[in-house]
T-cell receptor, first 116, second 112 residues
Framework: GAVVSQHPSRVICKSGTSVKIECRSL??????MFWYRQFPKKSLMLMAT?????????EQGVEKDKFLINHASLTLSTLTVTSAHPEDSSFYIC????????????FGDGTRLSIL | RKEVEQDPGPFNVPEGATVAFNCTYS??????FFWYRQDCRKEPKLLMS???SGNEDGRFTAQLNRASQYISLLIRDSKLSDSATYLC?????????????FGSGTRLSIRP
């Protein structure tokens, strides 16, 4: 089946640090990748849709200058949380769509980010 | 109103019981529907897609009611390993983009 790799799985760093998270589709080409954030006992919240070779589409309320997304190839998208603060601590999950219409989505393992 | 709504639960049922979850969606133009399973502190995993005619996969049955805009998931003969959070997901098209919106999830706990 389709495999999506996300790295790193766990990050603990000081406030003000920028953190980069990678999302790779290992055995298929993903035209579209999605970035989600999930707070404890809450739903997955879509942050942005990332299309290869073009600018990401951000959801309302998500700061594009805070969460930088780069989708340089059909197998790699990165999310950089710039100048992270404790309120950015969350579970960040990427997903990649294998077929048309963004479905179904295959998720990476997620990155648990803790900002001290 | 949220675009996709679920009863958060938790549902606490004995092993072997049948349990059903419902999920409602607000966008009548939604085209695709899914159920995902998420274990604690893990990523969601696709459980099954939901087709208009309803579909079954072993102990799991999914149904779609377009008129009432809800989808359901039925789990028969529940196992301890079924304990997880179940997320419904709906494909939503906004302008030229297509994205999937998740419900907040329903927690299920199966007791021996």
């Amino acid at each position: 089946g389709a495999v999506v790799s996300q790295h790193p799985s766990r990050v603990i760093c000081k406030s003000g640090t920028s953190v980069k998270i990678e999302c790779r589709s290992l055995d298929f080409q993903a035209t579209t990748m999605f970035w989600y954030r999930q707070f404890p006992k809450k739903s997955l919240m879509l942050m942005a849709t990332s299309n290869e070779g073009s600018k990401a589409t951000y959801e309302q309320g998500v700061e594009k200058d805070k969460f930088l997304i780069n989708h340089a190839s059909l197998t790699l998208s990165t999310l950089t949380v710039t100048s992270a603060h404790p309120e950015d601590s969350s579970f960040y999950i990427c997903s990649a769509a294998q077929g048309a219409g963004s479905q179904p989505q295959h998720f990476g393992d997620g990155t648990r980010l803790s900002i001290l | 109103r949220k675009e996709v709504e679920q009863d958060p639960g938790p549902f606490n049922v004995p092993e072997g019981a049948t349990v059903a979850f419902n999920c409602t969606y607000s966008n009548s133009a939604s085209q695709s529907f899914f159920w995902y399973r998420q274990d604690c502190r893990k990523e969601p995993k696709l459980l099954m897609s939901v087709y208009s005619s309803g579909n079954e996969d072993g102990r799991f049955t999914a149904q779609l009611n377009r008129a009432s805009q809800y989808i359901s998931l039925l789990i028969r003969d529940s196992k301890l390993s079924d304990s997880a959070t179940y997320l419904c997901a709906v494909n939503s098209r906004a302008s030229s983009a297509s994205k999937i919106i998740f419900g907040s999830g329903t927690r299920l706990s199966i007791r021996p």
